[in-house]
Antibody, heavy 115, light 107 residues
Framework: EVQLVETGGGLVQPGKSLKLTCATS????????MHWVRQSPEKRLEWIAR??????????DYVESVKGRFTISRDDSKSSVYLQMNSLKEEDTATYYC??????WGQGTLVTVSS | DIQMTQSPSLLSASVGDRVTLNCKAS??????LNWYQQKLGEAPKLLIY???NLQTGIPSRFSGSGSGTQYSLKINSLESEDAATYFC?????????FGAGTKLELK
């Protein structure tokens, strides 16, 4: 059974940092391209980052709104993908999902940025 | 970025009805269009990929069509469990972009 479990969300002040983890099992993680998608409180979905596999040099892409602040990374030995979020803004408040192959999603972790 | 416009934003229908949800892209996305269903408190669930391919385990009353910039999701013989919000996603180019969603209510 495919499982993706996100952790690391919480309440954080503007300008601070947070690191999300997505632990996976049930599929060949090392060849999977991994994505982070977030959903605002207004229920808008936004794709934010992708990391390819080793054969594609772990290439990354980001949506403009998080470039330079967020970093996606992965550890194939742990079947995990990460999202380092720096300089957080109130508009980053959302539920963050990791996903792969379009069909596999975690349950999400809530990040609230507020003073 | 490619803009995805969904219509209608709200749809009210009855059990047994057939409904059509629409998604328009701001440029040609070459059928790289997925449909998702999301219920309250759950992650999005993939229904259709690459315009018209039914995801494993999804009932055949769901179907997709389209090309170029215009795409649609049809649901035949609505069931009460189909009440949800439906999103389209273009994965033709980065950044991938979602539509704002169509909320389907059952009367």
């Amino acid at each position: 059974e495919v499982q993706l479990v996100e952790t690391g969300g919480g309440l954080v002040q503007p300008g601070k940092s947070l690191k999300l983890t997505c632990a996976t099992s049930g599929f060949t993680f090392s060849t999977a391209w991994m994505h982070w998608v977030r959903q605002s409180p207004e229920k808008r979905l936004e794709w934010i980052a992708r990391i390819k596999d080793k054969s594609n040099n772990y290439a990354t892409d980001y949506v403009e709104s998080v470039k330079g602040r967020f970093t996606i990374s992965r550890d194939d030995s742990k079947s995990s993908v990460y999202l380092q979020m720096n300089s957080l803004k109130e508009e980053d408040t959302a539920t963050y999902y990791c996903t792969t192959r379009g069909a596999y999603w975690g349950q999400g972790t809530l990040v609230t940025v507020s003073s | 970025d490619i803009q995805m416009t969904q219509s209608p934003s709200l749809l009210s229908a009855s059990v047994g009805d057939r409904v059509t949800l629409n998604c328009k892209a701001s440029q040609n996305i070459n059928k790289n269009l997925n449909w998702y269903q999301q219920k309250l408190g759950e992650a999005p669930k993939l229904l259709i990929y690459y315009t018209n391919n039914l995801q494993t385990g999804i009932p055949s009353r769901f179907s997709g069509s389209g090309s170029g910039t215009q795409y649609s999701l049809k649901i035949n013989s609505l069931e009460s469990e189909d009440a949800a919000t439906y999103f389209c996603l273009q994965d033709s180019e980065y950044p991938y972009t979602f539509g704002a969603g169509t909320k389907l209510e059952l009367k």
